[in-house]
């Protein structure tokens, strides 16, 4: 068993893995300063993983472990088991574009769109259609980098993450929310092998779930510095 803030999840020693197939076709277009790329994707995925519901008479015999709803502390606990039980189509569109435009400042550029669903899920027919869980149609990024030849570096990213949910039913209302942030960069190298950085992601501390299961909804990264130093050793 594993305990976590969103539940018990029992182990099954009968999972196999799963396996997928698929197909893409890609462009790449270079130029003096400028490189783009962009991949169509179409892949099925057999023996997915999802989970189910235990039964009553498998509710694990832990002290002080009530699955569902707890009249005594008002809490909902789900109790679930991994199985290999749906299929499913993945496919969309991923574009790169990176444009180094003189003078020490570059840009990148990144898009995804996914659409990924299930084809078949015997335990959950309801699920059929509905888009994977977790998987966000939208995932979008722009970056800006100013490299001086003096040997300091200094970056600011702009991510997108669109809207998905924690299940396969919307109508469940578990929403991982669509997001942006920001991030930003710098460093600084104090000799061939050795580098100064620092760090700071989601700037501007935007507060979003990215994980809702069914249990206790988990926040996305804070506000976070980092620094350090990075050492080269050839």
Known sequence: LADTTAGIYEG????????LEGE????????????????????TIENLITQ??????????ILGVTCGF?????TF???????????????GFEAETVWDFGGGF?????????????????????AVGNRLEGVPMHNASASLTYADP????????????????????PQDNLIQNGHFTVDVSGSYALTKNLEAFATIQNLFDDRYIANNGGGAPIL?????????????IH
């Not at 893409?24 to 892949?43: C, H, K, M, W």
């Not at 189910?52 to 015999?61: C, I, V």
């Not at 707890?70 to 008002?74: A, E, R, W």
């Not at 996305?220 to 080269?232: D, H, R, S, W, Y």
Request: one cysteine or more.
């Open 12 to 19: 099954n020693p009968f999972l196999k893995p799963e396996t």
């Open 24 to 43: 893409e076709v890609g462009i790449d277009y270079t130029r003096p300063g400028l490189r783009a790329q962009f991949t169509f994707y179409n892949s």
């Open 52 to 61: 189910r519901n235990l039964l009553p008479s498998e509710y694990p015999t």
């Open 70 to 74: 707890d009249p005594v502390t008002f």
């Open 77 to 91: 606990l789900s109790c679930t088991r991994n199985i290999n039980a749906a299929s499913a189509i993945a496919r």
């Open 106 to 126: 570059s840009s990148r550029w990144t898009y995804t769109y996914a659409d990924s669903h299930y084809t078949a899920d015997p335990a959950d027919p309801t």
């Open 150 to 169: 003096a040997g300091w570096q200094a970056s600011a990213i702009l991510r997108y993450i669109s809207k998905s949910f924690g299940d396969a039913h």
């Open 220 to 232: 996305g990264q804070p506000f976070t510095a980092m620094g350090g130093l990075k050492v080269a």
